[in-house]
């Protein structure tokens, strides 16, 4: 069985800077697509930031030039650095890929979530 494990997430002062963590684990032939979302307290799960296995990157305006997306393929690991945190980035965050484990079909993989918090 394939797991997505987050780490990272704490709390921190406005501006400053946190890294997030995704390790897939189980029984992985390979990992496509990765992606971290947030949902902020009472508002819905929206996509921040995306990866492709080649590196392509995406990102939600309201985080352009502040996060970075980044994935290590060997370790089937993607990260997510924070910088300049905002209140407003407070939130649980997802991380979220297409894997393909021991079966012949790809599978859409959640993590548990790693909540930030950012005081102002």
């Known amino acids: 069985q394939v797991q997505l494990v987050e780490s990272g997430g704490g709390l921190v002062q406005a501006g400053g800077s946190l890294r997030l963590s995704c390790a897939a684990s189980?029984?992985?032939?390979?990992?496509?697509?990765m992606a971290w979302y947030r949902q902020p307290p009472g508002k819905r799960l929206e996509l921040v930031a995306g990866?492709?296995?080649?590196?392509?990157?995406n990102y939600a305006d309201s985080v352009k030039v502040r996060f970075t997306i980044s994935r290590d393929n060997a370790e089937n690991t993607v990260y997510l650095q924070l910088s300049s945190l905002k209140p407003g980035d407070a939130a649980v965050y997802y991380c979220?890929?297409?894997?393909?484990?021991?079966?012949?079909?790809?599978?859409?993989?959640w993590g548990q979530g790693t909540r930030v918090t950012v005081s102002s």
């Open positions: 979220q890929g297409e894997i393909l484990g021991d079966g012949s079909s790809w599978s859409d993989c």
């Open positions: 189980g029984s992985i032939q390979s990992v496509s697509a």
């Open positions: 990866i492709t296995f080649g590196g392509s990157t």
